[in-house]
T-cell receptor, first 114, second 112 residues
């Protein structure tokens, strides 16, 4: 596809369960970002990948959150022992070169923890 | 902690009216971006401003970056229903634009 693709679009999970959220960036984009958008708020930075490595993971709220990008393309955001406060839209974005080029966002995954 | 305050939070106007939304901070940003987000979609970049005092125009939209690079405004002339959406400002700092600080947004509704 031409844009950033995120799956699933919606995910409902029970408190305490483990979830994985997937992001397919635009082909060839080396930089990938995860953001979280809670209801009524702007997006909040979580983590930035340049290639396969996490260049900055300072936005991850705690050690229940982890993200990988093993081949420098698809990325997976993993959340362990989910809590109701994790409910939000998780947005992924990618850009072509470094962090100074325009980032294109996916449509997001809406996570609801019940 | 850098914060961006956007005002107004909600704005409902009639087609053809003009409007201005504001984005203010006590912190200096190296760049400031404006996005528009529609329900169920990710934000879409409208413009990036990097120089204090810079003004950029995009059709009926005019963006201004404050001289001190702490604030910005977005002015829309003759608003149309297609302009409806959530307008977000986001500041970049430290010479990089990836770790953006977003405001809460202004939800604009343009009624036909």
């Amino acid at each position: 596809g031409a844009g950033v693709s995120q799956t699933p679009s919606n995910k409902v999970t029970e408190k305490g369960k483990y979830v994985e959220l997937r992001c397919d960036p635009i082909s060839g984009h080396t930089a990938l970002y995860w953001y979280r958008q809670s209801l009524g708020q702007g997006p909040e930075f979580l983590i930035y990948f340049q290639g396969t490595g996490a260049a900055d993971d300072s936005g991850l709220p705690n050690d229940r959150f982890f993200a990988v990008r093993p081949e420098g393309s698809v990325s997976t955001l993993k959340i362990q022992r989910t809590e109701r406060g994790d409910s939000a839209v998780y947005l992924c974005a990618s850009s072509s070169m470094g962090h100074d080029t325009e980032a294109f966002f996916g449509q997001g995954t809406r996570l609801t923890v019940v | 902690t850098q914060l961006l305050e956007q005002s107004p939070q909600f704005l409902s106007i009639q087609e053809g009216e003009n409007l201005t939304v504001y984005c203010n901070s006590s912190s200096v940003f190296s760049s400031l971006q404006w996005y528009r987000q529609e329900p169920g979609e990710g934000p879409v970049l409208l413009v990036t401003v990097v120089t204090g005092g810079e003004v950029k125009k995009l059709k009926r939209l005019t963006f201004q970056f404050g001289d001190a690079r702490k604030d910005s405004s977005l002015h829309i002339t003759a608003a149309q229903p297609g302009d409806t959406g959530l307008y977000l400002c986001a500041g970049g700092s430290g010479g990089s634009n990836y770790k953006l600080t977003f405001g809460k947004g202004t939800l604009l509704t343009v009624n036909p």
